[in-house]
């Protein structure tokens, strides 16, 4: 599975869009791009995932670059609850159900 | 659905001691897996099952061991802790094998002295 890059913190507005960067540039065609969250103490809990196209769901929004070498995870209207670590997850269709989780984005929303 | 459940939620152990850390789930889901989670490092994989009667190795299978006798429940051994097992343990199941999105239970945190 390809590795990704994520910035280690974020601060975001409440009430403003998130928007959390992934860069993932050995990413294969056959390989998802997946996003979690996981809340302090709790368990990750998953948020969206893509291939190629823009994907859309009642949490967030996640945007996939043409060459796919990067997304964005669009968190729209962030709320205090948003504060949590953000882990971008590349993973291969198929075989195994592995999640290689790295150190994902603390995000921290302000009121 | 109660989803995924861990118990216990807390556990402390003295170094040597054995004891399973239970998972359950009620949504029929073939596969399940362990994780534990260090301060500051992200989920690391110990054993997986992509069904009842098959198990296999994640990236730190050291010192647990595991079963999966039904499809339900998939607990967690550890015959002898070890103060490195001091950490969070996360269970996750998803409905098979070729899907991403997988269900977390709330993590047991165990310290062992």
């Known amino acids: 599975d390809a590795k990704t890059t994520q910035p280690t913190s974020m601060d975001c507005a409440e009430g403003r869009a998130a928007n959390l960067p992934c860069n993932h540039s050995?990413?294969?065609?056959?390989?998802?791009v997946y996003w979690y969250r996981q809340i302090h103490s709790q368990g990750p809990q998953y948020i969206i995932h893509g291939l190629k196209n823009n994907e859309t769901n009642e949490m967030a929004s996640l945007i996939i670059t043409e060459d796919r070498k990067s997304s964005t995870l669009i968190l729209p209207h962030a709320t205090l609850r948003d504060t949590a670590v953000y882990y971008c997850i590349v993973r291969a269709g198929g075989a195994t159900n592995k999640l290689i989780f790295g150190t994902g984005t603390l995000l921290a929303v302000q009121p | 659905n109660a989803g995924v459940t861990q118990t216990p939620k807390f556990q402390v152990l003295k170094t040597g001691q054995s004891m399973t850390l239970q998972c359950a789930q009620d949504m029929n889901h073939e596969y399940m897996s362990w994780y534990r989670q260090d301060p500051g490092m992200g989920l690391r994989l110990i054993h997986y099952?992509?069904?009842?009667?098959?198990?296999d190795q994640g990236e730190v299978p050291n010192g647990y061991n595991v079963s999966r006798s039904t499809t339900e429940d998939f607990p967690l051994r550890l015959l002898s802790a070890a103060p490195s097992q001091t950490s969070v343990y996360f269970c996750?199941?998803?409905?098979?094998?070729?899907?991403?999105?997988?269900?977390f239970g709330p993590g047991t945190r165990l310290t062992v002295t």
């Open positions: 050995t990413i294969s065609g056959n390989e998802y």
């Open positions: 099952s992509v069904g009842a009667g098959i198990t």
């Open positions: 996750a199941s998803s409905f098979d094998r070729s899907i991403g999105e997988q269900y």
